[in-house]
């Protein structure tokens, strides 16, 4: 039975609306990329964040008064600097604390964080704080 000509569509209303509904699926497709790569960004700033506030731990706690060579809170701050490569270092901020002292056996805390801008996805105008921190005990 053939479809009366009141019901059917003409075929030009049927083109433009395709192309409203690509258009639409388009743009969610694009806003969900870019929040992909929003998150991977994130997540990379983290990872690096923690990696250099580790090995920033590891640094002081080899270089206790007992080494010979005692780290203090600007060396490890430029040690942890010296991980974190692909990384703006003036939104960095790193934080020393020996406890009770740097003696062999106190611990060393080192707070790294670090201020994440978005680029692609204007969450909002403040900044995205990723902190890390890492304690260890100081050997020598």
Request: glycine share 6%.
């Amino acid at each position: 039975m053939p479809i009366p000509h009141s019901l059917s569509r003409p075929k030009e209303a049927q083109r433009g609306s395709s192309l409203v509904e690509s258009s639409i699926v388009a743009i969610v497709f694009l806003l969900l990329l870019a929040s992909i790569t929003e998150f991977g960004r994130i997540g990379m700033a983290y990872n690096l964040v923690s990696f250099a506030t580790h090995r920033g731990a590891r640094y002081a706690a080899v270089r206790g008064s007992a080494s010979g060579h005692p780290a203090a809170g600007s060396d490890v701050q430029t040690e942890v600097q010296s991980y974190i490569n692909a990384l703006d270092l003036t939104k960095l901020t790193v934080t020393t604390t020996w406890t009770p002292n740097n003696s062999p056996g106190s611990t060393v805390k080192v707070v790294s964080s670090y201020g994440f801008q978005s680029i692609l996805i204007p969450m909002s105008s403040s900044l995205i704080t990723v902190k890390t921190t890492c304690q260890e005990v100081i050997t020598q």
